[in-house]
């Protein structure tokens, strides 16, 4: 989940919980599937995450790695790495496929090989910074395996306005400052943000507001379950849920505990001594209740 529960990033069994990509040359190969040359490619990236959980303390984590990606499409390959990352909706509410890339990749033959990206440093004002270790990737359907790199979550006295990022290269590598928003929450619709006391019912629409910057966006995942829904707002932040859509979402999900999150997320592309690394970075606040149907 975005908080995660508060368990670490660690991707699996997270697979239920920014990037994105820089291809750094392709090349083909002899393709065993229909006779066609397999396309790859080379990847290097870093993902940046702040989670603002209700009532616990903002946390900070990091993960980065490069990867071969075998008639795998860039703009899939964190999605598959780490399942919190799917396009922000383009319009209304839609049920998703929590596994949904890595579904995709394994149906149309693709792989994804993936090594540590070492050397990289993150750091939230005067907080101890961290330092990506490597961790084998659990192998996920026969399509992402390989070692990462990971880090956090680390627990901050408050949401910092920015983190400083050091990403490895020949000399000095690269440097930059991600600004972060220090305020993110949903509120139901009289504007009572959600806490643990919230309860809603999920038996008929649900009427939200999402606050936060421009390209803020609603994720609603049940721990565990299979599915969540995510939902863009109006240009004030409101959103309806639909009722048959909570439905489907409290079926596959049972009585789990479900947390609804704004989600923020932006990314760039770096130069590191020549090699091009895109950084994704998002900030996620989150407040877990009980859904009930």
Request: charged share 20%; hydrophobic share 45%; net charge negative.
């Amino acid at each position: 989940m975005g908080s995660r529960g508060r368990p670490c990033r660690a991707l699996l069994p997270l697979l239920t919980g920014s990037v994105i990509l820089a291809a750094m040359g392709c090349e083909s190969a002899s393709h065993g599937k229909d006779n066609l040359p397999a396309s790859s490619q080379r990847l290097s990236q870093v993902s940046v995450r702040l989670d603002l959980p209700s009532g616990g303390a903002p946390s900070l984590s990091v993960l980065a790695f490069r990867a071969e990606a075998i008639d795998v499409a860039a703009s899939d390959v964190l999605g598959a790495v780490d399942p919190l990352v799917a396009p922000p909706p383009e319009s209304a509410c839609e049920l998703r496929d929590v596994t949904g890339t890595a579904r995709m990749l394994r149906a149309q033959g693709g792989v994804l090989n993936l090594e540590e990206l070492g050397g990289v440093s993150l750091q939230a004002g005067n907080q101890q910074p961290l330092h990506p270790a490597p961790r084998v990737y659990p192998p996920l359907a026969d399509v992402v395996s390989g070692v990462i790199a990971e880090a956090g979550p680390l627990d901050l006295p408050e949401a910092p306005p920015s983190v400083a990022l050091q990403v490895p290269g020949p000399g000095a590598g690269a440097s930059l400052t991600l600004e972060l928003p220090r305020s993110l929450s949903v509120a139901d619709g009289t504007n009572r943000l959600l806490d643990l006391e919230t309860h809603l019912d999920a038996s008929q629409d649900l009427v939200l507001r999402v606050a936060g910057p421009p390209k803020t966006f609603l994720e609603i995942r049940p721990f565990g379950a299979p599915s969540a829904i995510a939902c863009a707002t109006t240009a004030d932040g409101w959103v309806v849920v639909p009722s048959d859509l909570l439905a489907k979402l409290v079926a596959s999900a049972g009585r789990a505990p479900v947390s609804f999150e704004a989600v923020w997320r932006e990314s760039r592309v770096v130069s590191a001594g020549g090699e091009l690394v895109r950084v994704a970075y998002e900030a996620r606040s989150s407040a877990v209740l009980e859904l009930r149907p």
